[in-house]
């Protein structure tokens, strides 16, 4: 059974930092990429980065660009989303799922706050 499990979320104020992490357990993702995504109260879920396995491609929405650094794992099979001046506009549920794009699995989610 393949899970993706998040953590790393909570409440931080603006320009505060967040760690966000993804295990990966029941397959490996090698070879494939992963993304992570959020979902603000209110509005459609949308894409925030995304990270091919072992090659090192990257890929950000224009919002976090320059604030926001994905990266991986491969021995622990987990992906990362370092979140850095973080603004209350980035409050969401951060998901992550893979392989990206289809997104076959999901993750729970992690809650991140950022207050003003």
């Known amino acids: 059974q393949v899970r993706l499990v998040e953590s790393g979320g909570g409440l931080v104020q603006a320009g505060g930092s967040l760690r966000l992490s993804c295990a990966a357990s029941?397959?490996?993702?090698?070879?494939?990429?992963m993304g992570w995504f959020r979902q603000a109260p209110g509005k459609e879920r949308e894409f925030v980065a995304a990270i091919r396995w072992n090659e090192g491609w990257t890929s950000y929405a224009d919002s976090v660009k320059g604030r926001f650094t994905i990266s991986r794992d491969n021995a622990k099979n987990t992906m990362y989303l370092q979140m850095n001046s973080l603004k209350p506009e980035d409050t969401a549920v951060y998901y992550c799922a893979g392989p990206y794009p289809g997104n076959n699995y999901w993750g729970q989610g992690t809650q991140v706050t950022v207050s003003s």
């Open positions: 029941g397959r490996t993702f090698s070879g494939y990429a």
